[in-house]
């Protein structure tokens, strides 16, 4: 077969770079052991309004820069005197209570972005404004720690650029069955079958003939762990909801995988925002408590550590559609069993300093977040990973 027609024909083999990406899993692989404990990351894509999420009640300041939107202490949860949750997150008022959630206020970085885009990449490789990565903050902790594709696994179909490093990606699917019949594929063991190394005299075409033999192998193990397992509790009948059923099945199958990544869209609320925030947050939170109830029914809560941040927070004033505008800092949630302090980790910061744009300034670096899971849950360097030393967080 020709290479023309080779490329020509695949369609598996052009799939691979959409469903799921892969990079060769075979070299300058570190001996460290992976360990047990797993990490799950959900970002509410397109800017989640963290003031409105976690609400300063007792603020003059908040009231009269949201005339419209502002949250009134009639139609919240109350958690302390002075903080409340909106209302769609009773679930995590629950966690809240039994010591199961940490939440970090005014998270950022320094000179912030108000791109999604730019400002999602400089979240997913831990990098500075300025500075342009082409590995995200799991990928390098692959290539240090990681053997193999599954190691990290997005419950998407394509490939976020967090799980990306320079040596081994992350495997993305949304349904281990769907991935594996696709390996499968009579074409795609054809070129497998008559396609050796020594046969191939190309570069390009001996990576992709590497590539296709991860994704076959890969493919096959996800598909027969989660066969293995099954969910003990019901689920929201959504897509988030079942990203996060796929999660759990997978985690409970004792597969060997450290880290899950999963994302709930449409937080970008220029435009009437209190209806669409609040049926976003309704999903989030039933899906959370759903995830938790099972992972503790299976007994795999305590070696779960689930972060949830977004991209950047809202402006502090509202606009005239009844919305906000792209701001800075913002809120991250926590969800465990294992928290020395869980609860409010920090307070939140003043709304009367405010920086030139009128957003909350933030006060936590997220790559701090970054460092403490990476140090103090996971175990490994994580000066090299976030490419700098941060410190660490108290609260694991």
Known sequence: M?????LKQSALASSLFFVPNFIKAFENLATTSLGYKRLVIIQLAGGNDGLNTIIPFNNDVYYRNRPTIGIQKNELIKVTDELGFHSSLQPLKKLYDQGHLTIINNVGYPNPNRSHFRSTEIWQTAS???QYLQTGWIGRYLDAYGKQPYNAIEIDDSLSLALKGQHINGIATK???????TSQDPYFKNVLKHYQDEHLSEHNLGYLYKTMIAAESSAKYIFEKHKTASNSYEYPNNEFSNQLKTTSRLI???INTKVFYSSLGGFDTHAGQPNTQSRLLKIYAEGIEAFVSDLKQQGTFNDTLILTFSEFGRRVKQNAA????????SNVFIIGNQFKTPGFYNDMTSLSDL???????YTVDFRSIYATLLGNWLGVEDDTIVNKTFSRLDFI
Request: proline share 3%; no cysteine; net charge negative.
């Open 175 to 181: 349904n281990p069955q769907v991935l594996f019949r």
């Open 128 to 130: 500075h404004s300025e």
């Open 355 to 361: 920086d030139e744009n009128g957003d909350v300034k």
């Open 2 to 6: 020709e290479r023309r027609q080779f």
């Open 252 to 254: 409970n199958s004792g």
């Open 322 to 329: 009844n919305g906000t505008d792209h701001g800075a800092a």
